[in-house]
């Protein structure tokens, strides 16, 4: 092929998984390029190709969001075709990617979470759906809990990420960026996140599976926080934000199911 002129542009969005455990890239090809991608991440990752070509198809036309697999290695996205040989091609494409499936829409609104603290045990909402310090439009939980409380799973999942190298506390929104977490991916395509774990306080890794009922860390007073607790959201994941998920949880001896309210104590004997 003659007068190539490459231009790749890596436009990348609010991430929080290590770069290189995800790529995008082309080979060459008998009548153009095809491109890929691989996933290093333990739960699909989706990714948004703005494609800048000249004298160059696309087969996957104006698509341009695609779901990779996780664990996947050189995952086929498309084919870039010449037009015409005897002109220049012009190719480029910016990304931006983020986990989970970005258009999904549906998921087990009915499952019964287990509350993520030890059996035997009871606990106080202290900031509930839509609570005024820092749950404004969001579905979110805060479980009072002193540090080194154990925190028990919810629901079974695989690990996705881990952070517990913090040890800073303070009370501002810009403090969020030392929240210490635990990111779980359910089989329905949801998220799970257990924040504010104590520093080095895990039980697991990414890659781990793990079942409703596990131990898997400590609860903590890091990051943005005025107090010891567990912050505990399910969601959706988009580029640029979450979509957090209304949740039931089986309370008491697990035969009732209920979505939990602000202010009030919940005791966990199953």
Not at 81 to 88: E, F, G, L
Not at 132 to 148: C, K, T, W
Request: hydrophobic fraction near 35%.
């Amino acid at each position: 092929m003659r007068g190539i002129t490459f231009w790749i542009l890596m436009l990348l969005s609010i991430f929080t998984f290590a770069q290189e455990n995800f790529k995008v890239y082309y080979e060459e090809a008998e009548n153009g390029y095809k491109i890929y991608a691989d996933n290093g991440e333990f739960c699909p990752v989706s990714v948004e190709i703005d494609f800048k070509i000249e004298n160059l198809t696309s087969s996957i036309g104006d698509i341009k969001i695609i779901e990779i697999p996780a664990q996947t290695t050189k995952f086929y996205i498309a084919d870039l075709t010449v037009v015409d040989r005897r002109k220049a091609i012009r190719l480029g494409f910016g990304v931006r990617y983020n986990h989970g499936n970005h258009l999904q829409t549906s998921y087990d609104k009915n499952y019964a979470y287990h509350l993520p603290f030890k059996k035997g045990s009871s606990r106080l909402v202290t900031q509930g759906y839509g609570g005024n310090i820092s749950h404004q439009n969001e579905y979110a939980l805060d479980f009072r809990m002193p540090v080194g409380t154990d925190i028990y799973a919810a629901r079974d999942g695989i690990v996705v990420l881990v952070e517990q190298s913090f040890n800073k506390t303070c009370t501002g929104q810009d403090c969020a960026k030392f929240n210490n977490y635990i990111l779980v991916y359910h089989s329905d395509g949801t998220f799970a996140e257990y924040t504010h774990i104590k520093k080095d306080g895990a039980k697991v890794k990414p890659g781990d599976t793990v079942k409703k009922g596990q131990h898997i860390g400590y609860s903590g007073n890091v990051g943005w926080s005025t107090g010891p607790h567990l912050h505990f959201i399910v969601f959706l994941q988009r580029f640029n934000d979450r979509e957090t998920l209304p949740t039931k949880f089986l309370i008491g001896n697990g035969k009732e199911i209920t979505q939990l309210e602000e202010k009030k104590e919940y005791s966990r004997n199953y």
